[in-house]
């Protein structure tokens, strides 16, 4: 369980990519290495360590602390929103997604106990520039620098993309104003309704197969963590600040070894993640 549970967060802390306010990011100077290559090129990153000591939270058991209490505050904001602070019997499709967000907070608990949640939130990604999406996913190192290495899909479309590298934190809900605070909550109540979709269609609009057993029935295990990673493009990153940022521009060569364009190329490349990150901040 603690495997799937962590690769759940590890999605989750990626497509909460540069989601920041503007102007919010300190700025991780990042090398790469090479900055231009074919399809199915590995690409390696540098991060100064100076950087990321100026820009994030190195400190996995302060960030795990700060993450704890702010996880806590949004999740009672929401319950406190959507059920008048009293959680709603897991016999019932909306009980089932708070049940579901619930076991988010056991996978953030594993992950804050043994550093994986910290760990998760430095990413190193290739990203279109067009939509501002990434969709190859590794990490850094926050100690070393090192980043990656990540490859280059073989069915990437020849042309400019960014290789970015962030680190990440959970927004203080106490820090935000009205209307920000709002838009999280509301964020967890979209979120909601979404999941109950997910679970009626997967119980077959039996609610005498509820409550779901995620410690107990493999299967049950499997969806929530496949739903919760679906959803989360859309929910999680109006929770996050990014601390800092790093971005260079990386070629993609065509078949004749030439960059093609300096003009990135339309759309996205094969299955991004989603996400709405902005790389100027």
């Known amino acids: ?37 074919f399809p199915g090129q590995n690409v390696v990153g540098f991060v100064t360590p100076e950087s990321i000591e100026a820009g994030c939270i190195t400190d996995s058991e302060e960030w795990a602390v700060l993450f704890g209490e702010n996880w806590t505050a949004w999740f009672d904001a929401y319950i406190d929103e959507a059920f008048g602070g009293v959680v709603p019997a897991t016999t019932t499709l909306e009980g089932a997604a708070v049940q579901m967000i619930m076991f988010l907070n056991l996978g953030i608990t594993l992950g804050l106990d043994d550093g994986a949640a910290w760990a998760a939130s430095f990413a190193f ?55 920000d605070q709002q838009a999280g909550i509301e964020s967890f109540i979209e979120t909601q309704a979404i999941l109950e979709v ?69 759309g996205s490349p094969a299955d991004p993640i989603g996400a709405d990150p902005a790389f100027t901040g």
């Open 125 to 179: 990604v290739m990203a279109d520039i067009a939509t501002q999406e990434p969709f190859v996913i590794e990490g850094f190192d926050p100690e070393t620098g090192e980043a990656g290495p990540l490859t280059t899909p073989f069915d990437v479309t020849p042309g400019l993309y960014a290789i970015a590298a962030a680190c990440n934190s959970l927004s203080d809900f106490d820090e935000l104003q009205g209307a």
């Open 1 to 37: 369980m603690r495997r799937l549970l962590t690769l759940t967060m590890a999605a989750m802390f990626v497509m909460a990519l540069a989601t920041g306010p503007a102007g919010a990011q300190a700025e991780l100077n990042l090398v790469i290495d090479p900055e231009e290559g």
């Open 198 to 266: 997910m679970v009626d269609e997967y119980i077959g609009g039996d609610l005498g197969e509820l409550p779901l057993n995620p410690l107990g029935d493999p299967a049950d295990l499997e969806f929530i963590t496949n739903a919760l990673t679906e959803v989360g493009g859309g929910w999680l990153p109006s929770l996050f600040t990014q601390d800092a940022l790093g971005v260079n521009i990386y070629c993609v060569l065509d078949e004749s070894g030439e960059c093609p364009s300096d003009e990135p190329p339309p």
